[in-house]
């Protein structure tokens, strides 16, 4: 990771993780100097529990809040080498896929996770319902003066979690810190890259009416763990976020539907009633989707109707929906149930027509009722992402 800031001598570097990287480089690796013993001389002056300023300086204390805080904890190959990019193998026939996002979500924990759980994961599951299947993680860290280095790490402890059980390395960053006062404790930026098979093809111009929608879970728990945090932290609930990385079950729902699959994304920001009225615009039809079908947990309900909020426009950052052929559905269904991660998963509707050539989406209600689902006018939920 690039030194522009940064040192802390805590604890001694935990020892380095022998797993494999993903992609090997395309030529051998400069020396590392991650995992050289730090200076004495300067090693010795990091005693500080929190970041400073001096942090972000690229000099000794950010090689030691580097080589003590982030590699031991992220290193898998050849983030060691802390350069200012990685070079990986060539992809060959398939292409490559990139995707960049930042994290400002407060408060920068919740139930069921935190910033540095979120970054990887909404970076992973961007690859995964584009068809990539993930190579790598770029993660640029922006620390407020005054941050606690233990809460630093606990990010970076989670950033490995997260990145271990999508199966990626982090394999190069940045780091910056800026003045008390001026960053909200911490801001996380990552860039994703991927690689999609040769002859995959998924996107919005593949759908047509027919198609069947399956959603991957039920909707609106982790907007509502966050809102909840923050707006009635005494409030005790089960809620949990959903936070978790998709591509394993993007991987399978592909093996099961293969060229029947024509969509898949994720439902984040704008939750699912955002991400249905973008599908009917994308394609032009007639969005039903059926209320009684999609699945929304009791606890999530009962934060909804305390926050004032529909859990259907709530962002979720563990959920996608696919878009496929009719005979594909019922097979595709039972794979993304065999995963822990879509055990709730479920057909809500389908594309059709537009009767009179408006493209929209309608939620059907148990008693044959129908109400337009629209996107959402704007963010009603800031920060939660």
Request: hydrophobic residues 45%; glycine residues 12%.
């Amino acid at each position: 990771m690039s030194q522009h800031n940064g040192r802390h001598p805590e604890p001694p570097a935990a020892p380095r993780r022998d797993e494999a990287p993903r992609f090997e480089p395309a030529s051998p690796s400069p020396p590392s100097i991650a995992g050289s013993a730090i200076p004495r001389s300067y090693a010795s002056l990091d005693r500080s529990r929190e970041i400073s300023l001096a942090h972000g300086g690229g000099g000794q204390l950010t090689d030691a809040l580097l080589r003590q805080s982030i590699v031991p904890r992220l290193d898998r190959g050849l983030l060691g080498s802390l350069l200012d990019s990685a070079t990986l193998a060539s992809f060959g026939r398939d292409r490559p896929a990139l995707t960049i996002d930042g994290y400002v979500v407060t408060p920068w924990r919740f139930p069921g996770g935190n910033i540095g759980h979120l970054a990887v994961c909404g970076t992973v599951n961007d690859l995964a319902v584009a068809g990539a299947i993930p190579q790598g993680i770029a993660l640029s860290l922006i620390l407020e003066e005054g941050f606690p280095r233990r809460h630093l790490e606990a990010v970076i402890e989670a950033v490995a979690e997260a990145a271990d059980a999508a199966g990626v390395s982090v394999i190069t960053g940045d780091t910056k810190v800026v003045g008390r006062g001026a960053g909200d404790g911490l801001y996380l930026v990552t860039a994703g890259l991927g690689r999609v098979p040769a002859g995959r093809e998924l996107g919005p111009e593949r759908l047509r009416p027919g198609d069947v929608l399956l959603l991957s879970g039920a909707v609106g728990e982790h907007g509502l763990a966050v809102m909840l945090a923050r707006e009635m932290p005494e409030v005790e609930s089960v809620l949990r976020s959903d936070c978790a990385p998709l591509n394993h079950l993007a991987e399978a729902i592909l093996a099961a539907g293969g060229q029947d699959v024509a969509f898949m994304r994720d439902a984040t920001r704008g939750g699912l009633a955002g991400l249905a009225a973008d599908l009917a615009e994308a394609s032009g039809c007639l969005v039903e989707l059926e209320e009684s079908a999609i699945p929304i947990d009791p606890s999530a309900w009962h934060a909804a109707e305390m926050l004032g909020l529909d859990p259907l426009e709530v962002a979720n950052e563990g959920k996608l929906l696919v878009a496929l052929r009719p005979a594909a559905a019922e097979r595709v269904l039972a794979a993304m149930r065999d995963l822990p991660v879509a055990a709730r998963a479920a057909a809500i509707g389908r594309l059709v027509e537009a009767p009179d050539g408006r493209p929209r989406c309608e939620l059907i209600t148990p008693v044959g009722g129908r109400r337009v689902l629209q996107k959402p006018y704007g963010e009603q939920l800031p920060r939660i992402c």
